[in-house]
């Protein structure tokens, strides 16, 4: 178990390492507290089906939780509505379909040769490099971050 001074102890004693050694370090700050509104309903159905194996009936009924919405009441029902992203928030599937959906952080962030490290809904991925290759490691950090969450966010500026 780690608080959050230990988490930051660790990322800042990572980034002094490199920095003594003459390296340039890069991290990037995830606030995933609204995560769960973020969450991709595409990118999720496609992780269940290929990671997790889902298809046919059940793959649908997922499809159908989460990309159709509609208010009731016990007097009428709401036209139903089309939603692109989020996971609905205080249900028993909420937490267990954000985990499904990010578990592949790791991998990805592992590929690019970078550094995750987590603590509760905070998430900082970081890395380092010879100067003349600050380039490289920007548009592996961008790549990782945009590529994972689908950021609506302009690309880091790298030069």
């Not at 996971?87 to 937490?95: A, D, E, K, N, T």
């Not at 905070?122 to 961008?142: H, M, N, W």
């Amino acid at each position: 178990m780690h608080s959050t001074e230990t988490a930051v102890l660790k990322v800042l004693a990572d980034i002094l390492l490199a920095l003594d050694s003459g390296d340039l370090a890069m991290l990037t700050l995830l606030d995933l507290s609204a995560a769960f509104d973020s969450v991709d309903h595409d990118t999720l159905l496609n992780r269940l089906r290929k990671s997790y194996g889902l298809g046919g009936q059940v793959l649908n009924w997922f499809a159908s939780y989460l990309c159709v919405q509609h208010v009731r009441t016990s007097a009428a029902c709401s036209t139903p509505s089309a939603v692109l992203y989020g996971i609905p928030q205080g249900s028993v599937l909420g937490p267990m379909l954000f985990l499904l959906y990010t578990a592949d952080l790791l991998q990805l962030v592992k590929r690019h040769l970078l550094i995750l490290h987590a603590y509760a809904e905070d998430t900082q991925i970081y890395g380092f490099c010879r100067p003349a290759d600050s380039a490289d490691l920007c548009e592996k950090v961008s790549t990782s971050v945009s590529i994972r969450f689908r950021l609506g966010c302009h690309p880091i500026d790298c030069s």
